[in-house]
């Protein structure tokens, strides 16, 4: 079993990168959620690969999976829906 890989010329990665910089998702983000940009690097790379060739359609397509870049994205952190209904633990009350 054999695997087809598509080798991408620079001139295409620098077309993704710019799809990434329109979008939001730049060397800034880069250095501040580096898992965020990859995960915006790979789906435009995929939807490329895939015949996507118009920079705001993937732009578009780009935001409506993963949602605005940068400072207008919430980091994933822990949640505290749960202590609504269960209660803050003792290490987390005003005593």
Known sequence: M???????????????RSV?????????L???DPRSFE?????VTKLFLAGGDSR???AAKLECQLGKAG???RPPGPS?????IQGLP??????
């Open 20 to 28: 990434l910089g329109e979008a939001g998702y730049n060397a800034e």
């Open 2 to 16: 054999s695997s087809h890989l598509c080798p991408i010329s620079p001139t295409d990665k620098e077309f993704i």
């Open 90 to 95: 003792s290490e987390l009350q005003f005593s």
């Open 71 to 73: 400072r207008y994205r």
């Open 56 to 58: 705001p359609d993937l």
């Open 80 to 84: 505290l829906g749960r202590y609504a």
């Open 30 to 32: 880069l250095v501040d």
């Open 39 to 43: 995960t915006a690097e790979l789906l």
